[in-house]
């Protein structure tokens, strides 16, 4: 039964993306890409992302410029990426104006370090409500990039980051809580991290917080390992 009804979800997406829809050619790129309910084929993606972004959709256009960044079905181009990122985020969705901010924060690929105009595009996304965005931003006034660095400034994009689900901003306040002496407020946040992180930054947190030694934390990094495990 869940196998026709996936079948027939697959088939209603790819009528509607065949019909010109464009929130539903976004959706079968998608699935294309990710190998949900489809194999997997990024070039076949692309394709769909590509007559999104034609008809305007700015996801659309966000996700062409993610298949340059990552090569994904195409030949890697940070330029191109830059591109199609610019021009979602001057049409003002959130998702182009931090992923451009990214390009421009790392400089790499021949892509120019502007580190001014990524903290401009990062404050606009977290002015929309952007969570990873604020998240950043607690970074530069953390370390003191291309602005004075301020720890209450930086707490507080943290804080509204992991408000807003970030996992990287949840960790962020939590270190920050910690630091500030309020445990079970950062247990609080460090709870919520495992339903969204990566593995990656999981092995990375557990490695932080073996740093501890204090025994609720200790408890709680032993927990992430035996889930791990299980």
Known sequence: MMQQQNEE?????????LRGVHQAQVLYGQMLLDGKLIERNPAAAL?????????GNLMAVNMVGRCFDQGWGVARSSYMA???FRKAAE?????GMYNLATLLTLGEDGIREDKLAALYWFRKAADLGHAK???????????????HRDRAI?????RRAAIGGDFRGQFNYARFLLQEGD?????????????????AFMAKMKAFLATF???????????LSESQQS
């Open 47 to 55: 394709h769909w992302f590509e007559r999104a972004a034609q008809g």
């Open 133 to 147: 965005s604020m998240n950043i931003l607690g970074g530069f006034y953390e370390d003191g990039w291309v602005v």
């Open 213 to 223: 030694s204090h025994g609720e934390i200790k408890d709680f990094a032993l927990s």
């Open 82 to 84: 830059e591109q199609w």
């Open 154 to 158: 930086a707490r507080d994009h943290y």
């Open 9 to 17: 979800s697959l088939e209603l997406v790819r009528a509607a993306a």
């Open 183 to 199: 445990l079970l407020g950062a247990l609080h946040w460090l709870r919520q991290i495992p339903g969204t992180a990566t593995p």
């Open 91 to 95: 049409r003002g969705l959130d998702w």
